[in-house]
């Protein structure tokens, strides 16, 4: 442990792909004895999640360049160049920070182009298997650049200016998941403890075709005696699959839909299978927590990473995959509907899960950022 107290800046924002493993980092570094600020957009899931873990959040206006749009450049730029100046008079103000840590997205941008100009050391997470634009660029002044699985490796080590070093700690997961009980979770989502849990999200933008095919399967899901569905739809599908579900009352007793669950680890403590999304913090958090899981990519992912972040699962033998395409097709109903019905298989597969957990992936990089400081 590094005996001073660090001042440590994290930009980390968008999706709970990016925040959640950046507070789980803040946790492990404010329990040494370090102080956290965050940098981010109060208008996105950050501007929420952060507060609430109890740190404070800078604000930082930001916008990515659309490929599609190149007229989008210009106020991209602008943005950028604004933001980066506002955090420069920050620096001047209160004193810049001992250290930064960037979580991918255009976000952290700002804030480690700024450090790098004052001196300051950065390092740099990658959640995923295919990693994004900003944790490329910004790789080759990293301290280090910290990876979640193996595959990341090959891109930081041979691009044109390679980043100094890269180092495999897996995908920081917040306590609140990795230390959740089942007893807990079923007790926070009513579930008795004989009864079947299959919980349903699409991380936390959601996924409106998971949504249409769970809901055309719910009079052969209900007909499962004893089976429960938590279904988490994103904010913007909630209207619209309770439309589509048109559960009676005695429905709503077995088939529980909200936008999101805040207590994520909870829900998955409680599960004995999800069928999600294949973001990196939720296949993170699925393994931390050993639950069996039906996993269906985001098609449109750049490089189709989410398949790749799958197979850290389905390679285990932990998980089963179907592909986004065939969800209106009999593989996807069968997939999932043979899963809730076979126990055996899903504690199979929980077995499997359980040698892939990273719960240690924390202290692993926090020790990297105590560690770039006493380089620097």
Not at 6 to 30: K, S, Y
Not at 358 to 364: D, G, K, L, M, Y
Request: with cysteine; hydrophobic share 45%.
């Amino acid at each position: 442990m590094d005996e001073r107290h660090l001042e440590v800046a994290i930009a980390a924002g968008g999706t709970a792909g990016h925040i959640n493993p950046a507070l789980a980092l803040a946790e492990e570094l404010r329990d040494r004895g370090h102080h956290v600020t965050f940098f981010g957009q109060t208008s996105k899931l950050e501007g929420r999640l952060v507060p609430e873990a109890g740190f404070e959040l800078v604000p930082v206006v930001v916008s990515g360049f659309d490929r599609s749009r190149p007229w989008t450049l210009a106020s991209s730029l602008a943005r950028m160049r604004h933001a980066q100046s506002q955090i420069k008079g920050r620096f001047a103000e209160k004193g810049a920070p001992d250290v930064a840590v960037g979580f991918g997205a255009y976000v952290e941008m700002p804030l480690l182009n700024a450090c790098h100009r004052a001196g300051v050391p950065y390092l740099l997470h990658e959640q995923n298997s295919v990693p994004g634009l900003a944790n490329k660029a910004l790789a080759p002044h990293a301290e280090a650049v910290c990876i979640s699985v193996p595959a990341a490796r090959e891109v930081f080590e041979r691009a044109k200016r390679p980043a100094r070093s890269v180092v495999l700690t897996g995908n920081p997961v917040r306590r609140s998941v990795s230390s959740a009980s089942r007893e807990a979770g079923r007790a926070a989502f009513d579930v008795e403890p004989d009864e079947t849990l299959l919980l349903v999200f699409g991380g936390s933008l959601g996924a409106a075709h998971i949504n249409e095919g769970v809901c055309r399967l719910k009079r052969e899901l209900l007909s499962r005696e004893g089976l429960v569905v938590v279904h988490s739809t994103g904010a913007d599908g909630f209207d619209e699959t309770v439309s589509a579900l048109a559960l009676t009352p005695d429905e709503q007793l077995r088939w529980r839909v909200m936008p999101y669950i805040s207590n994520m680890g909870e829900a998955l403590a409680a599960a004995d299978l999800v069928l999600s999304r294949a973001g990196a913090s939720s296949i993170a958090e699925i393994a931390a927590l050993a639950v069996p899981s039906l996993l269906v990519p985001y098609p449109h992912a750049t490089a189709d990473h989410q398949t790749t972040n799958a197979r850290f699962l389905t390679d285990a033998g932990a998980a089963e995959l179907v592909p986004d395409d065939k969800i209106d097709e009999p593989v996807f109903s069968e997939t999932l509907l043979g899963l809730v019905d076979d126990a055996a298989r899903r504690e199979r597969m929980r077995a499997a899960a359980r040698g892939l957990a990273q719960t240690s992936a924390s202290v692993a990089l926090a020790d990297q950022v105590e560690a770039a400081v006493r380089r620097s």
